[in-house]
């Protein structure tokens, strides 16, 4: 789906919400697997962690289904790569967990991290655009955050692996992102940067 802008170069926004609602719904599925394949292999490697895993896989369940149940009313569909988004949660999943304690919590920072950046975005973007979704959004990044600062807390030592894999998770989640919203991820993230200059 292409983003036509017009004659200023102003794209439409009621394309870029729905690429929000698809890439959000397709990133929570990812965070499903991500958190299902850890916990797989944490129920015979860690099971101490395997409750506190359990819960937030349980929020993410419930943020793809808010996701999935907004976008009827904005015309959204699912993202047509949600098989890459389950093998590479997945994947992803089972490498952390086979890493150690330490590399699932790694792993969760990451991705919470770049997850929350990219939600700033998204709530800044849809403030005079769609309120109801902001909310949505807003709720949502609350339990994320919290996700997010149970795995800053949870980590034993924070040397060179997390210093090497905190950048490479984040990275592939970017292009992830970008490339479920064909590119519509970076342009939001420039426009909220001209609309804070001015």
């Known amino acids: 789906m292409v983003n036509p802008s017009d004659s200023s170069g102003i794209r439409d926004p009621d394309v870029t919400i729905r690429r929000i609602l698809k890439v959000n719904h397709a990133g929570e599925f990812g965070a499903v697997r991500i958190y299902g394949a850890q916990i797989l292999m944490a ?5 101490d962690i395997v409750p506190a895993l359990e819960e937030m896989r349980e929020d993410e369940i419930d943020h793809c289904r808010l996701f999935r149940e907004a976008m009827p009313a904005r015309n959204a569909k699912p993202c047509r790569v949600m098989a890459f988004w389950s093998l590479g949660g997945s994947i992803l999943g089972i490498l952390t967990a086979l890493g150690g304690r330490n ?7 990451a991705v919470e991290s770049t997850v929350h950046r990219h939600l700033e975005d998204q709530l800044a973007f849809l403030a005079q655009r769609d309120p109801e979704l902001r909310a949505l959004i ?24 997390q210093a090497l ?8 989640t970017d292009l992830m992102i970008w490339f479920s919203t064909w590119g519509d991820s970076s342009w939001m993230r420039a426009e909220m940067a001209r609309a804070g200059k001015e």
């Open 165 to 172: 894999l905190l950048p490479v998770i984040g990275a592939l």
């Open 138 to 161: 807003a709720s949502i990044q609350e339990q994320e955050l919290a996700h997010l600062r149970k795995a800053e807390d949870s980590q034993k030592r924070r040397g060179l692996s």
């Open 103 to 109: 590399m699932i919590w790694i792993c969760t920072e």
């Open 43 to 47: 129920r015979r490697l860690f099971p």
